[in-house]
């Protein structure tokens, strides 16, 4: 699917979404709900990759890598995500996290407000890529931090949620 009908299919379902009312989810049904609109809003498989979400004392980072060095198909959907990603929130537009998590995540209006504030560094690493966020905002990096720990929480990714260098 190309990154524009991805796009057009996630606006629609996310507004769908937002139009019924939800019951209570337990915390296994609710990470099945993130772990499945994630594979298809990314386009990979949640299960052969590993997800980082990692703060700094300047920003911080979004990391995902393929959990077998030979999977070069999972390696390429990644960066090709993140990469998409990267350019999305530069521009302020954060649907693709509301829509996995079926909510707007903490920080995000604030990063929406002060996008000209970050930075957004997209960066191929071995097996994956990161989009490394930097602002010198102290408003923008409450913001940043307030996402991340989200994410972090989440994915249940056992990251640090204090900044570290």
Same mark, same amino acid.
Request: proline share 4%; glycine share 8%; hydrophobic share 35%.
């Given at each position: 699917?190309? $990154?524009?009908?991805?796009?057009?299919? !996630?606006? =629609?379902? &996310?507004?769908?979404?937002?139009? +019924?009312?939800?019951?209570? /989810?337990?915390?296994?049904?609710?990470?099945?709900?993130?772990?499945?609109?994630?594979?298809?809003?990314?386009?990979?498989?949640?299960?052969?990759?590993?997800?980082?979400?990692? $703060?700094?004392?300047?920003?911080?980072? !979004?990391? =995902?890598? &393929?959990?077998?060095?030979?999977? +070069?198909?999972?390696?390429? /959907?990644?960066?090709?995500?993140?990469?998409?990603?990267?350019?999305?929130?530069?521009?302020?537009?954060?649907?693709?996290?509301?829509?996995?998590?079926?909510?707007?995540?903490?920080?995000?209006?604030?990063?929406?407000?002060?996008?000209?504030?970050?930075?957004?560094?997209?960066?191929?690493?071995?097996?994956?890529?990161?989009?490394?966020?930097?602002?010198?905002?102290?408003?923008?990096?409450?913001?940043?931090?307030?996402?991340?720990?989200?994410?972090?929480?989440?994915?249940?990714?056992?990251?640090?949620?204090?900044?570290?260098?």
């Amino acid at each position: 699917m190309g $990154l524009i009908a991805l796009a057009v299919t !996630i606006n =629609v379902v &996310a507004r769908q979404t937002q139009q +019924t009312e939800k019951p209570t /989810q337990t915390d296994h049904d609710h990470m099945s709900g993130v772990n499945k609109r994630g594979d298809q809003a990314m386009g990979f498989d949640h299960e052969k990759t590993t997800h980082h979400f990692l $703060l700094k004392s300047d920003g911080g980072i !979004i990391q =995902v890598t &393929a959990n077998d060095a030979k999977d +070069t198909a999972s390696r390429d /959907q990644i960066r090709m995500h993140l990469h998409h990603i990267s350019m999305m929130f530069s521009q302020g537009n954060f649907e693709i996290p509301m829509f996995v998590h079926d909510r707007t995540p903490p920080g995000v209006d604030v990063m929406k407000r002060l996008k000209d504030s970050i930075t957004y560094k997209y960066d191929e690493i071995e097996s994956g890529a990161r989009v490394i966020l930097v602002s010198s905002s102290p408003d923008a990096l409450s913001g940043i931090h307030d996402f991340l720990k989200f994410q972090i929480e989440d994915h249940k990714t056992g990251d640090p949620i204090v900044p570290g260098k």
